[in-house]
């Protein structure tokens, strides 16, 4: 006799990278349970039934989590306290309502007061991503030997949390658990800061008179270019991001700037010895994630282009975004 699938009826609101994601990897790793999709928007809803992304394509939101044992939010953490309201009333009793956000103290703060009683509010954060964008975007093994972190509320339910720890390991992933408020200290310096840098230096570098646009594109090799990579991230994701995580994104930018501050002083006042040293302290950094496992020591960090399959290793190989 085979057995229960850990959820029989998976709900996913929202077909971005993520959204999209999830649902192949569920039908991956997770055959035998059922998979319900939905997006606010007609054209998205239209092409995840084109390419097979669910078993069901929901109208809406609330028709989606109908029933559903699991809903995960797949939606831009601004969205996710309307999109709360709305569905709350619908969700069955017992299920377990998460999301994918890269910023957890305010989708807790937004949907703790709005969860019946009888729902386990488990959010999560799967720290894994592409620049990339829409249905089309996700690929099943996004997950794998990626981090998934839980933060569910002090009063959670521990056995809600362990079914939810299981699901992200059967995609893959590896799962941390911390507190919300810890989550968003430590994404805001590996994820956020580093994001909020890519979208100014591009800008920088844009708004240049002395140098035209097509010189900027010409010689984008190397450092730029990677920069340039990490400001295609989506802007709606990465505008509410920064809004909603404000005061650790602001703490850690602060720090940022006096460590940059120190760096100017070295530079100017010829420090040979203190950039060597801080040159050699970060290629440490930067070796660690590789033998880590969360980065590839390939030429051109695993990213040509040109087969397919060159592409999606691309894609498996590209600092993970939020996110979330």
Request: net charge negative; glycine share 8%; hydrophobic share 45%.
């Amino acid at each position: 006799m085979s057995e229960s699938p850990l959820f029989e009826r998976i709900a996913l609101i929202g077909l971005g990278l993520i959204g999209s994601s999830l649902a192949r990897a569920i039908k991956a790793r997770l055959p035998g349970s059922l998979v319900v999709v939905t997006d606010h928007t007609a054209a998205v809803r239209r092409r995840a039934g084109e390419i097979g992304l669910g078993d069901e394509i929901a109208e809406d939101a609330n028709t989606a989590v109908k029933e559903a044992d699991l809903v995960i939010l797949c939606v831009p953490v601004g969205a996710t306290a309307s999109l709360g309201a709305s569905i709350a009333p619908a969700l069955k009793p017992g299920a377990i309502l998460s999301d994918v956000g890269s910023v957890k103290g305010a989708v807790v703060a937004a949907l703790a007061p709005l969860v019946p009683e009888t729902v386990h509010l488990v959010p999560a954060h799967p720290v894994a991503g592409t620049e990339y964008s829409g249905p089309d975007s996700g690929f099943a093994t996004l997950f794998e030997n990626r981090w998934c972190i839980l933060t569910p509320p002090e009063a959670a339910d521990p056995a809600a949390v362990a079914r939810m720890s299981a699901f992200w390991r059967a995609l893959g992933a590896n799962v941390e658990q911390m507190s919300a408020a810890h989550h968003d200290l430590v994404l805001a310096i590996t994820s956020h800061v580093p994001h909020l840098i890519a979208y100014n230096i591009v800008g920088t570098a844009a708004d240049l008179e002395e140098v035209t646009a097509s010189e900027v594109i010409k010689f984008s090799a190397g450092g730029f270019r990677d920069f340039t990579r990490i400001a295609a991230s989506d802007p709606t994701m990465w505008r509410d991001v920064f809004l909603n995580n404000r005061d650790a994104v602001l703490e850690m930018l602060g720090r940022f700037n006096e460590d940059l501050s120190a760096l100017q002083r070295m530079i100017r006042w010829g420090d040979g010895d203190g950039l060597f040293e801080l040159f050699t302290r970060t290629r440490a950094i930067r070796r660690n994630i590789i033998a880590s496992g969360q980065e590839t020591s390939a030429p051109d960090f695993g990213r040509r282009v040109g087969t397919p399959a060159a592409n999606e290793a691309s894609a498996t190989t590209t600092e993970r975004q939020n996110n979330s």
